[in-house]
């Protein structure tokens, strides 16, 4: 999906229930692409995408985001890790 789709969509509906996904590309260091994958390897219920997804979630929240859909997020990982 691209910028412009999203605003279309993001200005013509708000529905909760379905969550917009997009793909992220990034570089990572050495060592958080090791940590993270030893940890999805050790952790057979995780996934990159939901490690990932529960970083910057917690990262947002820790850092005064309000958002309902990434508070709900950061709750879920908390309590259903």
Not at 3 to 14: A, D, E, G, P
Not at 23 to 28: H, I, K, P, Y
Request: net charge negative; hydrophobic share 30%.
């Amino acid at each position: 999906m691209d910028l412009k789709t999203y605003q279309l969509n993001k200005n013509n509906s708000y529905n909760t229930s379905s969550q917009i996904s997009i793909s992220l590309e990034t570089e990572l260091s050495e060592s958080l692409y090791k940590n993270m994958k030893d940890f999805v390897l050790e952790n057979p219920k995780w996934d990159q995408y939901q490690l990932i997804n529960s970083a910057i979630a917690s990262f947002l929240v820790q850092n005064g985001c309000s958002d309902n859909q990434v508070t709900e997020i950061y709750l879920n990982q908390l309590f259903n890790p």
